[in-house]
């Protein structure tokens, strides 16, 4: 029998405040350990909570920007449960009252345009972090509790199971990413934990309606883990069914060392939550005003980027891709492109060597790197001198016209003078050039990479071809 895969996500994005959500302390990561608490991050008797007003601007935000209706009124929930990582036993959370709702996020896979429903979005308070011995849950000896993290605003982001693959869900998640980089609510750095995702999924028989029992797979950090565990998942469950088996409601857990999921517990008797409303604080009350000027002041989204790309400055998918996943580049590129420059030649010197060097070094102001478009456009050096040239812009105060001049390196354009080192380069290598005449065709590329080692790479290559097509046809 072949199955149909069924996938949800749970996203946990941390919000990109100074403080914590119910109170002051910091949340700079790298701190050492147990050194950014307090009495209400701790939980200690007594300690009153305080709602981080940014962190609630952020969700607003975030929920703007996946189409979401933005709830006026909405309540926090204690949810209790005990972990060595949840000092009070109970995390603040939004249950039945949640600030966001149905909405949904778009994406390409390929050249298709998918859309993944958002059933809710909503505000909580991040746990401590486990160091466990061993560096995995699997088979650590102890583990520590950094309570740091505990407290920092998150939203929580939660999808319909209309997630259908593995590569999907990554597509999603690197999507979702990129959306809430552009919001400016989240670094969502994921080797930091600043981003996170529990992923559901279950199999059904191919064409069926009725959903089969779903696993959960838990704290997955990274875009390869999460297709790999879903990957691994839907493979062992297809074999558990065809076996005649039955699939457990549990939790698992990814393994990357091993690839794959072990259990980590069952969830079918686990204990409810008993969630209640959280006493110490009062429900949100949105004014509609607050929210529109939110709206107002929402950036422009990677996909709408994308399309302003491709429409209005005639780049590829693949070259409006690359631009838009790294938004600094894109930025050197409007600023050009908005000065007259041509905006496929910009968009290859953004891609190309330019990239590597401006990810160690920083950017260049956009108006040294129009130097060097204008004159690679006049012919004033080859597109290989161009590169050089890039290198030591990075190098050198100096402007790409100023560094032509002082290395020399402008391009030999007097035909006379090239005709001369075409003629040389031919009677040096005589036998050669009646070998071409006589059919050796693959000569060709000898005899122009003799022309240019000689000029040292000085000279218009289509000008190189001509003389040598004329020399080399005129006696044959």
């Given at each position: 029998?072949?199955?149909?895969?069924?996938?949800?996500?749970?996203?946990?994005?941390?919000?990109?405040?100074?403080?914590?959500?119910?109170?002051?302390?910091?949340?700079?990561?790298?701190?050492?350990?147990?050194t950014q608490c307090c009495p209400v991050c701790l939980g200690l008797p007594g300690a009153?909570?305080?709602?981080?007003?940014?962190?609630?601007?952020?969700?607003?935000?975030?929920?703007?920007?996946?189409?979401?209706?933005?709830?006026?009124?909405?309540?926090?929930?204690?949810?209790?449960?005990?972990?060595?990582?949840?000092?009070?036993?109970?995390?603040?959370?939004?249950?039945?009252?949640?600030?966001?709702?149905?909405?949904?996020?778009?994406?390409?896979?390929?050249?298709?345009?998918?859309?993944?429903?958002?059933?809710?979005?909503?505000?909580?308070?991040?746990?401590?972090?486990?160091?466990?011995?061993?560096?995995?849950?699997?088979?650590?000896?102890?583990?520590?509790?950094?309570?740091?993290r505990a407290g920092i605003p998150l939203i929580e982001i939660v999808t319909a199971p209309?997630?259908?693959?593995?590569?999907?869900?990554?597509?999603?998640?690197?999507?979702?990413?990129?959306?809430?980089?552009?919001?400016?609510?989240?670094?969502?750095?994921?080797?930091?934990?600043?981003?996170?995702?529990?992923?559901?999924?279950?199999?059904?028989?191919?064409?069926?309606?009725?959903?089969?029992?779903?696993?959960?797979?838990?704290?997955?950090?990274?875009?390869?883990?999460?297709?790999?565990?879903?990957?691994?998942?839907?493979?062992?469950?297809?074999?558990?069914?065809?076996?005649?088996?039955?699939?457990?409601?549990?939790?698992?857990?990814?393994?990357?060392?091993?690839?794959?999921?072990?259990?980590?517990?069952?969830?079918?008797?686990?204990?409810?939550?008993?969630?209640?409303?959280?006493?110490?604080?009062?429900?949100?009350?949105?004014?509609?005003?607050?929210?529109?000027?939110?709206?107002?002041?929402?950036?422009?989204?990677?996909?709408?980027?994308?399309?302003?790309?491709?429409?209005?400055?005639?780049?590829?998918?693949?070259?409006?891709?690359?631009?838009?996943?790294?938004?600094?580049?894109?930025?050197?590129?409007?600023?050009?492109?908005?000065?007259?420059?041509?905006?496929?030649?910009?968009?290859?010197?953004?891609?190309?060597?330019?990239?590597?060097?401006?990810?160690?070094?920083?950017?260049?102001?956009?108006?040294?790197?129009?130097?060097?478009?204008?004159?690679?456009?006049?012919?004033?050096?080859?597109?290989?001198?161009?590169?050089?040239?890039?290198?030591?812009?990075?190098?050198?105060?100096?402007?790409?016209?100023?560094?032509?001049?002082?290395?020399?390196?402008?391009?030999?354009?007097?035909?006379?003078?090239?005709?001369?080192?075409?003629?040389?380069?031919?009677?040096?290598?005589?036998?050669?050039?009646?070998?071409?005449?006589?059919?050796?065709?693959?000569?060709?590329?000898?005899?122009?990479?003799?022309?240019?080692?000689?000029?040292?790479?000085?000279?218009?290559?289509?000008?190189?071809?001509?003389?040598?097509?004329?020399?080399?046809?005129?006696?044959?």
């Amino acid at each position: 029998m072949k199955y149909d895969i069924v996938i949800g996500l749970e996203i946990h994005v941390a919000l990109l405040t100074e403080s914590k959500f119910l109170c002051s302390c910091a949340t700079a990561f790298g701190a050492p350990p147990n050194t950014q608490c307090c009495p209400v991050c701790l939980g200690l008797p007594g300690a009153l909570p305080l709602v981080n007003e940014q962190a609630v601007e952020y969700a607003v935000r975030a929920g703007l920007a996946l189409n979401c209706e933005i709830n006026h009124f909405s309540r926090f929930d204690r949810k209790n449960y005990f972990y060595p990582d949840l000092p009070k036993a109970y995390q603040i959370t939004q249950d039945v009252f949640p600030i966001c709702t149905n909405g949904y996020l778009e994406y390409y896979i390929d050249d298709v345009l998918c859309r993944t429903t958002i059933t809710r979005l909503h505000l909580e308070e991040e746990a401590g972090k486990l160091v466990h011995s061993s560096g995995s849950i699997v088979d650590s000896e102890y583990s520590l509790v950094d309570y740091n993290r505990a407290g920092i605003p998150l939203i929580e982001i939660v999808t319909a199971p209309d997630i259908t693959s593995p590569r999907q869900a990554r597509l999603f998640l690197e999507q979702l990413r990129l959306l809430m980089l552009y919001m400016g609510v989240s670094d969502t750095k994921m080797e930091e934990g600043s981003l996170r995702c529990d992923a559901n999924i279950s199999l059904k028989p191919a064409g069926s309606t009725v959903l089969g029992t779903k696993v959960e797979i838990k704290n997955l950090n990274s875009f390869r883990a999460l297709e790999r565990a879903l990957e691994y998942e839907a493979a062992r469950q297809s074999r558990v069914l065809e076996q005649g088996g039955e699939i457990k409601q549990e939790s698992r857990t990814w393994d990357e060392r091993s690839g794959r999921t072990l259990s980590m517990r069952s969830k079918g008797d686990a204990p409810d939550y008993r969630i209640f409303p959280e006493p110490d604080l009062p429900p949100l009350r949105l004014e509609p005003d607050w929210v529109f000027r939110i709206r107002e002041t929402l950036p422009e989204r990677p996909l709408e980027r994308l399309h302003r790309l491709e429409e209005s400055y005639g780049l590829s998918r693949y070259e409006s891709t690359f631009l838009v996943n790294y938004a600094d580049f894109c930025q050197v590129f409007l600023e050009l492109a908005e000065e007259g420059e041509d905006n496929t030649d910009l968009a290859n010197l953004l891609m190309g060597d330019y990239a590597r060097l401006a990810r160690e070094q920083g950017h260049l102001e956009p108006q040294r790197l129009a130097g060097l478009l204008q004159i690679l456009q006049e012919g004033l050096i080859t597109h290989n001198q161009g590169k050089a040239v890039l290198e030591e812009l990075f190098k050198s105060p100096l402007s790409a016209r100023e560094i032509v001049k002082e290395k020399g390196w402008e391009v030999l354009k007097d035909p006379a003078q090239l005709k001369g080192v075409v003629q040389q380069v031919l009677t040096a290598n005589s036998e050669l050039v009646e070998r071409y005449r006589g059919g050796e065709e693959k000569l060709w590329g000898f005899f122009v990479g003799q022309v240019m080692r000689t000029v040292q790479g000085k000279a218009d290559p289509q000008m190189v071809n001509e003389l040598l097509k004329g020399e080399l046809t005129q006696k044959s």
